[in-house]
């Protein structure tokens, strides 16, 4: 199993960045996937998730109506759009996918990847 998170970077305030999460060896589109952040010194948090047909997502308040979270199943893709970044959503962003069947989870995630927002 693999979730490999790509294009994070340094933005200045107000930029956008678009994250991508590509996940191999377990079945995409029967699983949740979410985006967490890690800022220093503090707890992980969720930031957004989507259903595994990609109907429903959810997002903190935080984040509402800046970032945007989709997924193509043909690509075993996530991504995360983060419009008018501020300096505090510096953090790892990272993926997750999740499936909970009967009496029983599967969890897995990547690696993370940084944003820093800065001017």
């Known amino acids: 199993v693999q979730l490999v998170e790509s294009g994070g970077g340094l933005v200045q305030p107000g930029g956008s960045l678009r994250l991508a999460c590509a996940a191999s060896?377990?079945?995409?589109?029967?699983?949740?996937m979410s985006w967490f952040r890690q800022a220093p010194g503090k707890e992980r948090e969720l930031v957004a998730s989507i259903s595994s047909a990609g109907g429903r997502t959810n997002y903190a308040d935080s984040v509402k109506d800046r970032f945007t979270i989709s997924r193509d199943n043909a690509k075993n893709t996530v991504y995360l759009q983060i419009n008018s970044l501020k300096p505090e959503d510096t953090a790892v962003y990272y993926c997750?996918?999740?499936?909970?069947?009967?009496?029983?989870?599967?969890?897995?995630w990547g690696q993370g990847t940084q944003v820093t927002v800065s001017s």
């Open positions: 060896g377990f079945t995409f589109s029967s699983y949740a």
């Open positions: 997750n996918a999740k499936f909970i069947g009967l009496g029983y989870e599967h969890d897995y």
